[in-house]
């Protein structure tokens, strides 16, 4: 079983940044990333990384987002500078193992123009 605890979401002007951090409980987990949703649109890929260091990012974040991971503690965080309003959404963070993907409960980011 796989548990995962999201912080760091939060109400920021555009131009701003934010720290968001997830730790997965759970053993050999592989890839770990962040996905966002926002109102009235499909959740949708920010980034990713395994656990050999690869990293995917969708292009809207590309220069913008870094994802990093702490293999050892399970910890995926998402730096995000030069946030925009289109930015604003829920995140979720996601962890995979050979058996089961999970996912977080969800961390609000807003940004305002």
């Known amino acids: 079983q796989v548990q995962l605890v999201e912080s760091g979401g939060g109400l920021v002007q555009a131009g701003g940044s934010l720290r968001l951090s997830c730790v997965a409980s759970?053993?050999?987990?592989?890839?770990m990333g962040w996905y966002r949703q926002a109102p009235g649109k499909q959740r949708e890929l920010v980034a990713t990384?395994?656990?050999?260091?690869?990293?995917n990012y969708a292009d809207s974040v590309k220069g913008r987002f870094t994802i990093s991971r702490d293999v050892a503690k399970n910890t995926v965080y998402l730096q995000m500078n030069s946030l925009k309003p289109e930015d604003t959404a829920v995140y979720y963070c996601?962890?995979?193992?050979?058996?089961?993907?999970?996912w977080g409960q969800g961390t609000q980011v807003t940004v305002s123009s």
């Open positions: 990384t395994t656990r050999g260091g690869s990293t």
């Open positions: 996601y962890a995979q193992n050979p058996l089961i993907i999970a």
């Open positions: 759970g053993n050999n987990i592989n890839g």
